[in-house]
């Protein structure tokens, strides 16, 4: 199975501060037809997860522009450009190249 | 508007059985893939179950394979996780979600609590 190691585990920022939160593969998640199917998604307390950003960088409908994804291969970033206190929540990432697996989670914390 | 509301979760002993269904509206159900993921309480989350739009094909990790069979009636509109053998670590909110590599939408889920 195809691990996917999110750093840090907590992080703990003040409003308008920029974040970022990696995640690292153990396998290439390139997949054949070209595509990187690298997502991240966002669980606020009480809430079923919501996606953020799709295929690495796509950033879903109706999510702020703060938010933006990068990465390849096996090395995948998310950033906050400017955390607002609405972005609390545990943040994972999940890949779907290979059978479905999802990152451990990133708790952020609002200072 | 997309919506996802599962049913059928409870309080159900180790060994027993349970049924989990989805029904989904505000889009072609049979146009797409539909998945169960799972998320035990306080812990991160976990695939369980997939299955293609027609049906015709399902997917399972090791972890629920040969005890957990994932199945749909596209005239309904419905997805449903037939839960066998469970076992305390079974015991999550089930999520129903569209599709298999995007997760736009996701039901609120239903808890499923494993104990004697």
């Known amino acids: 199975d195809v691990v996917l190691t999110q750093t840090p585990p907590t992080l703990s920022a003040t409003i308008g501060q920029s974040v970022s939160i990696s995640c690292r593969s153990s396998?290439?998640?390139?997949?054949?037809?070209?595509?990187?199917?690298l997502n991240w998604l966002l669980q606020r307390p009480g809430q079923p997860p919501q996606l953020l950003i799709y295929?690495?960088?796509r950033l879903e409908s109706g999510v702020p522009n703060r938010f933006s994804g990068s990465g390849s291969g096996t090395d995948f970033t998310l950033k906050i450009s400017g955390v607002e206190a609405e972005d609390l929540g545990v943040y994972y990432c999940?890949?779907?190249?290979?059978?479905?697996?999802f990152g451990s989670g990133t708790k952020l914390e609002i200072k | 508007e997309v919506q996802l509301v599962e049913s059928g979760g409870g309080l159900v002993q180790p060994g027993r059985s349970l049924k989990l269904s989805c029904v989904a509206s505000?889009?072609?159900?049979?146009?797409?893939?539909m998945t169960w993921i799972r998320q035990a309480p306080g812990k991160g989350l976990e695939w369980v179950a997939s299955?293609?739009?027609?049906?015709?094909?399902?997917y399972y990790p090791d972890s629920v394979k040969g005890r957990f069979t994932i199945s749909r009636d596209n005239a309904k509109s419905t997805l449903y996780l037939q839960m066998n053998s469970l076992r305390s670590e079974d015991t999550a909110t089930y999520y129903c979600?569209?599709?298999?590599?995007?997760?736009?939408?996701w039901g609120q889920g239903t808890l499923v609590t494993v104990s004697s």
């Open positions: 979600t569209r599709d298999r590599s995007r997760f736009a939408y």
């Open positions: 505000g889009f072609t159900f049979n146009n797409y893939w």
């Open positions: 299955i293609t739009n027609t049906g015709g094909s399902t």
């Open positions: 396998q290439s998640l390139l997949h054949s037809n070209g595509n990187t199917y």
């Open positions: 295929l690495v960088s």
């Open positions: 999940v890949q779907s190249t290979h059978a479905l697996t």
